[in-house]
């Protein structure tokens, strides 16, 4: 299972855009990239997936280069209740493996 | 999520004591996780559970044994807590063929446990 590297944590200041990187430099042709928002003393809910170029949904922008080695996760105009810790995941589809989370980016907002 | 069910929510025990927690679920998900966090460390998987037969060792399963009683309920026990299993616990659900994304997981509202 594809290794996730994203950094350990992140400041920025509400109304920015914010964009957090991961790396999966051995990410296999089936895997999905995905991502999870988790609140303090809350389970981490989902945000986004993806496999290849860029997704969006009504919460965030996934953006994922063609070699799919890293991805950026982009929150845009961020307010104080987008701090929370963010993970990075990758996800296989074409096989039963495990799921392993890691530690996450913790993101501060300020005001 | 409140299709993921855990109790108690809150639990003080003693070191050596027998300690159950229980994962209801109403999504209808065949594969179920237990991870625990600590804080600073993330989640860390205990045990996964892909269907009622089966039954996976995640990162640390030392300590810790597992029931699937149903597709339903997977419930997590520490046979004889000690003071450094005391954590944050947290079960969750997925299902592989996910609308919302492939094996998108639901997690419960943790239990939160204290050996002393």
């Known amino acids: 299972l594809a290794k996730t590297t994203q950094p350990i944590s992140m400041d920025s200041y509400e109304g920015q855009e914010v964009n957090i990187t991961c790396s999966h430099n051995?990410?296999?042709?089936?895997?999905?990239i995905t991502w999870y928002q988790q609140f303090p003393s809350q389970g981490p809910r989902f945000i986004i997936q993806?496999?290849?170029t860029k997704v969006t949904n009504e919460v965030a922008s996934l953006f994922i280069p063609a070699d799919r080695k890293s991805s950026t996760l982009s929150l845009p105009r961020v307010s104080l209740s987008d701090t929370a810790v963010y993970y990075c995941?990758?996800?296989?589809?074409?096989?039963?493996?495990?799921?392993?989370f890691g530690k996450g980016t913790r993101l501060h907002i300020l005001p | 999520d409140a299709d993921v069910t855990q109790t108690p929510r809150n639990r003080i025990t003693k070191t050596g004591k027998r300690i159950m927690l229980e994962c209801s679920q109403t999504?209808?998900?065949?594969?179920m996780y237990w991870y625990r966090q600590d804080p600073g460390l993330g989640l860390r998987l205990i045990y996964y559970?892909?269907?009622?037969?089966?039954?996976n060792k995640g990162e640390i399963s030392d300590g810790y044994s597992v029931s699937r009683q149903a597709q339903a309920k997977f419930s997590l026990s520490l046979e004889s807590a000690i003071p450094n299993q005391t954590a944050l616990y947290f079960c969750a659900t997925s299902d592989p063929l996910s609308l919302a994304g492939s094996d998108t997981q639901y997690f419960g509202p943790g239990t939160r446990l204290t050996v002393l």
């Open positions: 995941l990758v996800v296989p589809v074409d096989r039963d493996d495990k799921i392993i």
């Open positions: 559970s892909f269907d009622v037969k089966d039954i």
């Open positions: 999504k209808g998900h065949d594969r």
């Open positions: 051995n990410i296999a042709t089936n895997d999905y």
């Open positions: 993806g496999y290849k």
